[in-house]
């Protein structure tokens, strides 16, 4: 494709508007947004709004005036039209890892009789963490089992409790089919629970259509919430009756403000949240979301999709180097909206694109990474950077001793 052809396609994007609604430096390619999505103007606004005139004016009546006190579950309720589940099913509430741990707890907790918890090898580290902290807790009761991803399906049987898996892969962006894995477990008796980090805001998620029984999912990634932005979590209705967190709080009971001293959780899904909401971070998270909404998923989807095969496409026509690899699935039906590279000199590569404004990031031991956010980048962007990546390896920008020093995040 010629530069000129991918301004055409830039003219003709239907998201191509929605690039103004974001705070972005100028002179910046971010293909990051996978990590951290950057902040939509109206985030600025709404965190303004919330720091000055809420907390500021308002001080404490603002739980009320302000329904500050409904965030968790209203934020919720709108994240689950992008996944595909009833708003009755979703509330914001802790962190990824925490509400992994806690749903982990609860699928199990229906499953007596069963001990594995069945994940893939090459999980995201904190999944992993998660249910082995878990296990730990729990002595005899669990286990953990992580087998390739080819293993998986046939590694489900009669012990199987729960399968957890991450449905769009931090490193690769392979993409697990979610209906049919989810069958399979079912047909063995197994629960599922879904980790939609990579999914939410990038692909169309349909949790109910999957007959999906648990979810979680980050606000910071594709939902545009900020750093540290609150997550989310998705109980199937049929299930909520029957579960409790295992982490009691206050916000979790049944009258919170009844002040009683034996815990009653709440039978819904605001049973699900601990402690106090955080309500700045919270309204950060939802202009994040209603920008989502302004748009349909199958259409983030598909442009994103077409960004990735894009950028593969140039990197692969320049023919870089002999050493670099595709470490994503080739076939967009597979992968979600980030693309992976392999290359010895990974580290390095990602930090000579920094240096020319061009963003992504680095995953241990050899991947460049790339994320391709719909909502605010161009295929032209896409083609520069490309462009870029290959003019890196042909100048030798990339052979710097400051390339090899490594910072604590990458
Ligand atoms: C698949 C997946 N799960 C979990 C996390 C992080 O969990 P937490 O939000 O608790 O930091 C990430 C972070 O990138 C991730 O990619």
């Not at 005139?53 to 992008?82: F, Y």
């Not at 907790?109 to 918890?117: F, H, N, W």
């Not at 998620?205 to 939902?223: E, I, M, R, S």
Request: hydrophobic fraction near 50%.
């Amino acid at each position: 494709m010629t530069r000129e052809e991918a301004e055409a396609l830039d003219l003709a994007d239907p998201l191509a508007r929605f690039r103004d609604a974001f705070d972005l430096p100028s002179g910046v390619i971010y293909l990051d947004g996978n990590s951290l999505g950057p902040p939509p103007l109206s985030a600025h606004e709404r965190l303004e709004r919330a720091s000055r005139r809420e907390w500021g004016e308002g001080l404490i009546r603002s739980w009320n005036d302000a329904k500050w006190i409904e965030a968790p579950l209203r934020v919720g309720g709108k994240i689950a039209r992008l996944i595909g589940a009833k708003p009755s099913e979703v509330i914001v509430a802790d962190g990824t890892s925490v509400n992994l741990f806690k749903l982990a707890a609860e699928a199990l907790s229906l499953q007596p009789g069963r001990t594995t918890i069945l994940s893939e090898a090459g999980n995201f580290p904190t999944d992993l963490y998660a249910l082995q902290g878990l296990a730990a807790l729990l002595g005899d009761r669990a286990r953990v089992k992580a087998v390739a991803p080819a293993d998986l399906v046939a590694a489900i049987d009669d012990d199987t409790a729960v399968v957890v898996l991450t449905h769009i892969h931090f490193k690769s962006a392979r993409r697990w089919d979610m209906a049919a894995v989810t069958a399979a477990a079912h047909a063995k008796g197994a629960l599922v629970v879904w980790d939609l980090c990579h999914t939410a805001g990038a692909v169309a998620c349909d949790l109910n259509g999957a007959q999906a029984d648990f979810a979680v999912g980050c606000g910071y990634k594709y939902l545009n919430g900020g750093p540290g932005a609150p997550a989310f979590l998705f109980v199937a209705e049929r299930h909520q009756a029957a579960v409790r967190s295992p982490l009691w709080g206050w916000m979790g009971h049944a009258e919170p403000f009844a002040f009683e001293e034996g815990y009653r959780p709440s039978g819904d899904i605001r049973g699900q949240i601990t402690g106090t909401p955080p309500i700045l971070a919270l309204a950060a998270l939802e202009a994040g979301v209603d920008l989502q909404l302004e748009t349909d998923p199958a259409l983030v989807e598909a442009k994103g999709l077409a960004l990735a095969d894009l950028f593969i496409a140039e990197v692969e026509a320049r023919n870089p180097d002999k050493d670099l690899a595709l470490a994503s699935p080739r076939e967009a039906a597979s992968r979600g909206l980030h693309v992976s590279f392999a290359h010895p000199q990974g580290y390095a590569l990602v930090q000579a694109m920094i240096a020319r404004g061009i963003i992504g990031d680095f995953r241990a031991p050899d991947i460049a990474r790339f994320g391709f956010s719909p909502l605010f980048l161009s295929h032209a962007e896409v083609w520069d950077a490309a462009s870029a990546f290959a003019d890196i390896f042909s100048s030798r920008a990339w052979d710097r001793p400051e390339f090899r020093v490594r910072a604590a995040v990458t």
